[in-house]
C-alpha cells in the first residue's frame, strides 16, 4: 500500500486485520493448470507450440523459456466476492475500506498462484527437472489477447474465470500464464530492468520457489 514495514497508521493496520480476518472465512480462491509435453520451440519467430497452437509469448519470456522441453499454463483467481465487496465500498463512498479490499484481492490471488506453482515445482522436481518463474499474457510484449488462446485449453474452466472481448479476466482478482519445465532451465527472478512495463504487477517482486 506504499507504506515502508511498520510505518502504516493504526487506523490502516486495524482496518487491514478486520478485512484479513473477515476474508480468510471465504475461501474462495482457486488454481488449475495443465502439463503440455512435446512442446515446440521457433527461436526466430519466438514463439511456443503446444499441439499446434501458437503462442507469440515475444523475446523476454522466450528467453526464459527457450530451454523448456514441457510447459504449464494455469489460471487462478482470488474469486469474485472480493472485487464485489471493493466496488460496493466505493460506491458508498468509504475508498480506504475499498482500497484495502483490492490490495488485499491482489495478495490473495497471488498467494494461490505460489502455491500452484510450488505444486508444479514439486512435480517436476519428481521427474528431475525444474521450473521457470511464471509469465502471464499482456506482460514483457505478450500480447494479452492471446489469453483467449490461453483459454481454450481450459474448457471446463474450474476456477470460473470469464473473459472479456479484450481479454480482461472477470473475477478481476485473477491470473493466468505459462511456466516453463524441463531439466536445462533455470528459475530467476522477474527481468525489470528488460521490461518497459512500469505498472506490472511482478515488478521487483522476488517470487519464492
Wanted: a negative charge; glycine letters at 10%.
Amino acid at each position: 500500500m506504499g507504506y515502508e514495514p511498520g510505518t502504516a497508521p493504526e487506523p490502516v493496520t486495524l482496518l487491514i486485520g478486520e478485512i484479513s480476518e473477515e476474508l480468510m472465512t471465504i475461501g474462495e480462491s482457486r488454481a488449475e493448470y495443465r502439463i503440455f509435453d512435446g512442446i515446440s520451440l521457433d527461436t526466430a519467430r519466438k514463439t511456443i507450440g503446444i499441439g499446434g497452437i501458437v503462442f507469440n509469448v515475444r523475446p523476454i519470456i522466450f528467453r526464459q523459456l527457450k530451454d523448456a522441453d514441457a510447459v504449464a499454463l494455469f489460471i487462478c483467481t482470488a474469486g469474485p466476492l472480493i472485487g464485489e465487496m471493493s466496488r460496493k465500498c466505493m460506491q458508498e463512498g468509504d475508498l480506504l475500506k475499498g482500497y484495502v479490499y483490492d490490495v488485499i484481492g491482489s495478495e490473495i490471488v497471488e498467494n494461490a498462484a505460489d502455491r500452484m506453482q510450488e505444486d508444479i515445482r514439486e512435480t517436476a522436481l519428481s521427474a528431475g527437472k525444474k521450473i521457470t518463474n511464471r509469465f502471464s499474457p499482456g506482460y514483457c510484449g505478450w500480447d494479452v489477447a492471446e489469453q483467449h488462446t490461453l483459454f481454450t485449453f481450459f474448457r471446463n474452466n474450474f476456477c470460473g474465470i470469464t473473459l472479456t472481448e479484450s481479454a480482461l479476466m472477470n473475477p478481476v482478482k485473477s491470473v493466468s500464464g505459462i511456466i516453463g519445465i524441463g531439466a536445462g532451465v533455470r528459475f530467476a527472478p522477474y527481468q525489470c530492468n528488460m521490461c518497459d512495463d512500469k505498472n506490472c504487477i511482478y515488478r521487483n517482486r522476488k517470487t519464492k520457489v
